[in-house]
């Protein structure tokens, strides 16, 4: 997908932990020449860049919308992915879907025996546990801005990867 510069795409992906997200934003970034793709996840702002639990304070939230706010100034795609619990991160993220043209919001509802099913098949299984993971799940908790594709457990990573590219292109 390289060409002339244009104006930025933000797609932000959402859900429990296991659910999926990494991967589906590995897989779009892929579909991307170098430099054109922006990742911004939430685990590396806040366990790698800051080394903090997801904490009442803010410093995660504002660092993930200021390094995501940098990509779509630069006509970047930007996929934002984490948890982004609704209630801590919904108005950075209203804040960035109002600064780029054509936002997509995409968010698993998966249930949370899914997610520790999913979760005990990835290497992470050995970083946390599942009972670590039960404290995390909030369900489902949709933003009240934006109306976010719902995913289901159905919709495998490459399908999902499918559908935000799709997006994506219809954004451009």
């Known amino acids: 997908m390289t060409g002339e ?33 922006l990742v911004v996840a939430q685990d590396v702002v806040r366990r790698q860049l800051l080394d903090d639990a997801d904490s009442a304070d803010t410093a995660n939230v504002d660092l993930i919308e200021t390094i995501a706010s940098w990509g779509l ?23 960035l879907a109002a600064a780029a043209p054509g936002p997509r919001f995409f968010a698993w509802d998966l249930p949370l025996e899914e997610t520790v099913r999913r979760h005990a098949t990835r290497a992470k299984a050995e970083v946390f546990t599942a009972d670590e993971m039960s404290g995390w799940y ?34 451009l």
């Open 5 to 37: 510069r244009r104006a930025g795409a933000l797609v932000v992906l959402r859900g429990n932990s296991g659910s999926g997200k990494s991967t589906v934003a590995r897989l779009v970034q892929g579909e991307f020449g170098p430099g054109e793709c």
């Open 73 to 95: 100034a630069r006509g970047l795609v930007v996929v934002v992915e984490g948890i982004l619990n609704a209630g801590r991160y919904q108005r950075a993220l209203e804040r």
């Open 138 to 171: 909030h369900g489902w908790q949709p933003l009240d801005f934006v109306t976010e594709t719902r995913l289901d457990a159905s919709v495998s990573a490459r399908a999902a990867a499918d559908l935000v590219l799709d997006a994506i292109r219809a954004s």
